[in-house]
């Protein structure tokens, strides 16, 4: 008897222990509230992967946030469901392929790819390999949708920001001598870097200093700096993420250096970054595809649903991570796609869709992608003004 009931409560212990492995411990299952209660009503499985702690922490979170206010959106409607899961990659692509592999097992359907663009170049990879489809919320750099028919991108592609920053510079003519920092060790900014000098030159910019720094490197920008006050730059062109650009502008102020600067989308976060003298951000000037300040109905809604869960004004990545969802939602109802489907399948289906619809989002209106799988929408230029951006 006593044997019976050791038997009996293994079985018991064995049961839970895999009702909990199928519903995932909080942490991993961060978006466990917007799933579909008891599974009840089938849905796709789209999973991303991003920089949820850590230095790039804003981007990440920001996108995951996104995306979720927009399940929520869409599941509310009833008919297509979708169930969405995103995995830490702490901006590294080693970490960044380990998880998207934990989002294979889980059965990940659709991907949001990665949020930044060097753990975007090798979970990509994956993508194309395994033919499950993917739309990245904000990885820009070309190397990930290059060769890859089935990788797209939300943001802009980094040559069309170099290329448009160079142009918005010029006939704004906001600065006579141009200096540029950017970070070579980075596909972003190296890209965006590449891209602006080609223009600059073909409009005449001139290019007065370039200095580089890398990951080791970012803490000291004093000889960088230097090289542009002396060489008399009136504006910085700064392609990088927020983290070295709140350096730049302290170490600037310090030496009492006070050209314009011009940034890019990674600078969109600057104003949440902890420890750091948002006054000294006032007039810096950056091209992004969203504006929180906008007053069409949805960003306004968008924007107080955001402001009421996470206590922010959402950046430019939050405002990716919800069109991706909604951008989905549209191919996937378009093609009648239904959650019994393969990965396979899915992406097949994604592919004739996003290579050949229109989609209208906060990000832009009458948004189209190439073959490359990268979007064409306009830019809008914004500026910091008493601590919140406004169009320019």
């Given at each position: 008897m006593m044997k019976k009931k050791i038997a009996l409560g293994l079985i018991f212990a064995m049961g839970l222990t895999m009702f909990a492995g199928c519903g995932g411990d909080k942490q991993q299952d961060n978006n466990a509230d917007?799933?579909?209660?008891?599974?009840?009503?089938?849905?796709?499985?789209?999973g991303g992967t991003g920089p949820l702690t850590?230095?790039?922490?804003?981007?990440?979170?920001a996108a995951k946030q996104g995306a979720e206010i927009a399940l929520e959106e869409i599941n509310a409607m009833g008919g297509l469901q979708f169930e969405l899961r995103y995995e830490d990659d702490a901006h590294d692509a080693e970490k960044a392929v380990n998880a998207y592999n934990t989002l294979k097992d889980w059965g990940m359907q659709i991907s949001l790819g990665s949020v930044?663009?060097?753990?975007?170049?090798?979970?990509?990879?994956?993508?194309?390999?395994?033919?499950?489809?993917?739309?990245?919320?904000?990885?820009?750099a070309t190397n990930v949708t290059e060769g890859k028919d089935n990788v797209y991108q939300?943001?802009?592609a980094d040559p069309n920001q170099g290329s448009a920053s160079a142009q918005y510079i010029f006939d704004q003519k906001l600065g006579e001598k141009i200096g540029i920092i950017y970070k070579n060790d980075d596909?972003?900014?190296?890209?965006i870097y590449a891209t602006f000098q080609a223009k600059a030159e073909e409009l005449g910019l001139k290019i007065v200093s370039t200095s580089t720094f890398t990951t080791d490197s970012q803490n000291d920008f004093s000889v960088q700096l230097s090289e542009a006050k002396n060489a008399g730059a009136d504006l910085l062109f700064l392609p990088m993420y927020y983290d070295?650009?709140?350096?730049?502008?302290?170490?600037a102020d310090g030496m009492g250096y006070e050209p314009k600067f011009f940034g890019v989308d990674g600078m969109d976060g600057i104003l949440t970054l902890d420890g750091f003298d948002t006054s000294l951000a006032e007039g810096v000037m950056l091209l992004t595809p969203f504006s929180a300040d906008a007053d069409d109905e949805r960003t306004k809604n968008f924007v107080q649903k955001y402001q009421e869960r996470y206590n922010e004004v959402p950046n430019q990545f939050a405002a990716d991570g919800y069109d991706c969802i909604y951008a989905l939602y549209q191919a996937c109802t378009a093609a009648n796609a239904t959650a019994d489907m393969t990965a396979e399948e899915l992406n097949d289906l994604m592919i004739e869709q996003f290579s050949s619809m229109t989609f209208d989002g906060l990000t832009g209106e009458g948004a189209t992608?190439?073959?490359?799988?990268?979007?064409?929408?306009?830019?809008?230029?914004?500026?910091?003004?008493?601590?919140?951006?406004?169009?320019?």
């Open positions: 917007n799933n579909n209660a008891g599974g009840e009503v089938a849905a796709i499985k789209v850590g230095g790039a922490a804003i981007y990440g979170n930044t663009s060097t753990p975007g170049i090798a979970t990509s990879a994956e993508n194309f390999n395994d033919r499950i489809f993917a739309l990245t919320p904000s990885a820009s939300m943001c802009f596909a972003y900014s190296s890209g070295a650009a709140s350096l730049i502008l302290t170490q992608w190439n073959t490359d799988g990268q979007v064409s929408k306009d830019p809008k230029g914004m500026v910091i003004e008493n601590g919140v951006y406004v169009g320019l």
